[in-house]
């Protein structure tokens, strides 16, 4: 998956992050918390804050123990509620950490690893795309491209 975009929704005014699936024209919508959305959305456009966020304090604590975040997959949906792991190794050992979504794509995105879903949570909560976002945006400028204000008499 990755992250395609995060966003508001303007019925619920609440943050949604939108992965997408590498593959396929599947969207996997995720609201999260709005500080969560910030953090998601200053690390992918760049932004440094003056002091550590949670995130970036949990990455360098991380870093610090020689651990590594290998990925993270978006692993169960009950009752409307997403969950999800995080995939780390030390020590030559394995560890399976239990997360919220939000945090664990905030770190995924610090910590540059793949972020996976389930495909059972996929079959449950994706939203297939009939036709890609670019291919939309090209029949719309075509529709600019070729429309005049007489087509809009009654």
Do not use: C
Request: aromatic share 6%; glycine share 4%; charged share 25%.
């Amino acid at each position: 998956m990755e992250v395609h975009g995060v966003n508001l929704d303007i019925l619920t005014n609440q943050p949604v992050i939108i992965l997408k699936e590498a593959s396929s024209n599947r969207y996997l919508p995720i609201w999260i918390g709005q500080f969560e959305a910030t953090a998601i959305l200053m690390e992918i456009q760049g932004i440094r804050p003056s002091r550590p966020l949670t995130h970036d304090l949990l990455k360098t604590i991380i870093d610090k123990m020689s651990a590594h975040v290998t990925q993270i997959v978006i692993n169960d949906l009950k009752e409307g509620t997403f969950y999800a792991q995080i995939h780390m190794s030390a020590d030559s050992s394995d560890m399976l950490i239990d997360a919220r979504p939000s945090d664990a794509i905030a770190l995924a995105v610090r910590t540059k690893v793949p972020i996976y879903a389930d495909s059972s949570v996929l079959d449950q909560a994706a939203i297939v795309s009939e036709m890609g976002e670019d291919e939309e945006v090209e029949r719309f400028r075509e529709f600019l491209d070729n429309v005049r204000p007489e087509d809009f008499k009654e």
